[in-house]
């Protein structure tokens, strides 16, 4: 099977990304991309990886029908979905990278290590997790039920998690030297963890000078006191088999997550009374964050080897 797969909202960096591992898989091709700034453009000239003649193109929810794709992925701006999600067959599998779906119930949310891979088996609306929210899930999600009280998560994220609208967030004078803390209360990740894991979380992101790559680092209280061996353990139990997550001993950088398929958890502290531990989740927001997640969930809905780019 060859899975024709549509690409709206190209332009942005994960958009980028997309391409690239569509392109290097034998079992997809590209069957549209839209891109407004870019229309007109070969797609090639963008990502050498796609070996065919199409061009971008300006496509609104309208331009949709007819369009023969067996899965559309839209990279959009939050709030930008709703209309191309009404524009797609009911039988095409979406997944969308904003946060629209990933509260509601309807949609299958998609962070395979954690919520299953069954659940996203023939899955046709598809709500991929945001960056900090995959990186906290992860750090975290091994501790379930052995806590006693909020997790905090302190994260800090390159610009390109910024999008790429002009703001603050995304300026590199602005950046220069600096580190921007944002959004102090009420992030949307704070609550996407909370509702997804069932734990009571409290998140502080913020935003440095560097492009690419993310760093969670997460603080817990644990009901019973645990040694740093069991720690790490049940870390390794709970992600063994897992290709794209690495546990190590060390504590993860921002540049062990930068370029990685996947995320490294590691750091593994604890107290002197073992039960408040410090826990590292490092990732690519480009990849794991974003793209390489979004393939997952893509080729789990579709059948498709997980693995194969």
């Known amino acids: 099977m060859t899975a ?58 309208g331009d949709l029908e007819g369009r023969p794709a067996d899965a559309v992925i839209l990279a959009l701006p939050n709030g930008a979905s709703a209309p191309f ?27 395979p290590e954690i919520h299953g891979r069954d659940r996203l088996c023939g899955a046709v609306r598809i709500a991929n997790p945001g960056c900090y929210a995959t990186a906290g899930q992860l750090a975290l999600a091994p501790l379930r039920g052995r806590l006693a009280g909020d997790a905090h998560v302190f994260g800090v994220s390159g610009y390109s998690g910024a999008g790429t609208t002009p703001s603050r967030k995304n300026d590199p004078e602005a950046l220069a030297g600096n580190l921007m803390p944002y959004a102090l209360t009420g992030h949307i990740h704070e609550r996407e963890m909370s509702r997804h894991l069932g ?31 069991a720690l790490i353990e049940l870390y390794r139990t709970a992600y063994a088999g897992e290709a794209l997550i690495d546990v190590v001993e060390a504590v993860p950088e921002v540049r062990d997550g930068t370029g990685r398929a996947g995320a490294v958890i590691g750091g593994f502290a604890l107290d002197e009374t073992g039960t408040h531990a410090v826990i590292v989740s490092a990732l690519d927001n480009l990849l794991k964050g974003a793209a390489t997640q979004a393939m997952q969930n893509l080729t789990l809905a579709l059948g498709l080897p997980e693995q194969a780019a």
């Open 4 to 61: 024709r797969i549509g690409l709206i909202g190209a332009r942005g960096h994960t958009g980028r990304e997309l391409l690239r591992l569509i392109g290097g898989r034998d079992d997809m091709e590209l069957a549209f991309a839209s891109s407004r700034e870019f229309a007109g453009t070969p797609v090639a000239e963008m990502a050498p990886e796609i070996a065919s003649e199409l061009v971008f193109e300006a496509l609104g929810p």
């Open 85 to 111: 999600v009404g524009a797609l067959p009911a039988d095409t599998v979406i997944v969308d990278l904003s946060a629209d779906y990933r509260f509601d119930g309807a949609w299958t949310y998609g962070l």
């Open 199 to 229: 734990l009571d979380i409290r998140f502080t992101p913020h935003v440095a000078e560097f492009f690419r790559g993310l760093v969670a680092t997460v603080h817990v209280r644990l009901a019973e006191p645990l040694s740093r061996e």
